[in-house]
């Protein structure tokens, strides 16, 4: 079973904070992904990454940075919160081929914005 | 771009009654793979479905779903639901074997009676 540690699993940020959220995963998957859940919207993709040194913009890359420093790490960096910010984040973590486009998801992090 | 469309909100039902949750899809590529993920209370989403050829039923836990190129559905089926079953359902897309970034429909919350 795949391993995808985020951290911290809760955070209060106040607005016009800065906000960096880490994933760690131990499986040496090349693609990894942030999604954000909200009530209404399912799991919409912020950032997503095809290895160390990439990054893409998902489908909401607004306010959001991503970083890749290495095969095993992604962070979402959230440079000026803002209360619209208020979500919980997944971390997940994909390959090709035998399992390809299954994601693997870290256990999220709840993130308050105030 | 791509979408994904489900069974919107909340579906109930008598535990031992037949599950259908519903799921369309739209994508200009002729070779989608279709996924069904599962997210119960306080977990995260994990696969239980997936599916790139058209008209076979795959199988999984007692689910089943078949991929329809020709009405662009992907329908997850259960003969009897389970209390266990009450979760959140996401059906999603990806256009690419390679790339596996997926879209994902905004789920259909199933909730198991007894």
């Known amino acids: 079973e795949a391993a995808v540690t985020q951290s911290p699993r809760n955070k209060v940020a106040v607005t016009g904070g800065k906000v960096t959220l880490s994933c760690n995963q131990t499986n040496n998957h090349n693609n990894m992904y942030w999604y954000r859940q909200d009530t209404g919207h399912g799991l919409r993709l912020i950032h997503y990454?095809?290895?160390?040194?990439?990054?893409e913009k998902g489908d909401i890359p607004d306010g959001y940075k991503a970083s890749r420093p290495s095969q095993e790490n992604f962070s979402l960096i959230l440079e000026l919160a803002t209360p619209s910010q208020t979500s919980v984040y997944f971390c997940?973590?994909?390959?090709?081929?035998?399992?390809?486009?299954?994601?693997?998801f870290g256990a999220g992090t709840r993130l308050s914005v105030l | 771009g791509d979408s994904v469309t489900q069974t919107e909100g909340l579906v109930t039902l008598t535990e031992g009654l037949p599950v259908m949750l519903n799921c369309t899809y739209q994508?200009?590529?002729?070779?989608?793979?279709l996924f069904w993920y599962v997210q119960h209370l306080n977990e995260s989403p994990r696969l239980l479905l997936k599916?790139?050829?058209?008209?076979k039923r795959t199988e999984h836990q007692g689910f089943h779903a078949t991929l329809h190129k020709s009405s662009s559905s992907f329908h997850l089926q259960k003969s009897s639901a389970q209390l266990s079953d009450s979760a959140l359902y996401y059906c999603a897309l990806s256009e690419s074997q390679v790339v596996g970034q997926l879209t994902f429909g905004r789920g259909t919350r199933l909730q198991v009676y007894a």
């Open positions: 997940a973590s994909g390959d090709t081929g035998g399992e390809q486009n299954t994601l693997y």
């Open positions: 599916s790139f050829t058209d008209n």
């Open positions: 990454s095809y290895g160390a040194g990439s990054t």
């Open positions: 994508t200009i590529y002729s070779n989608p793979f």
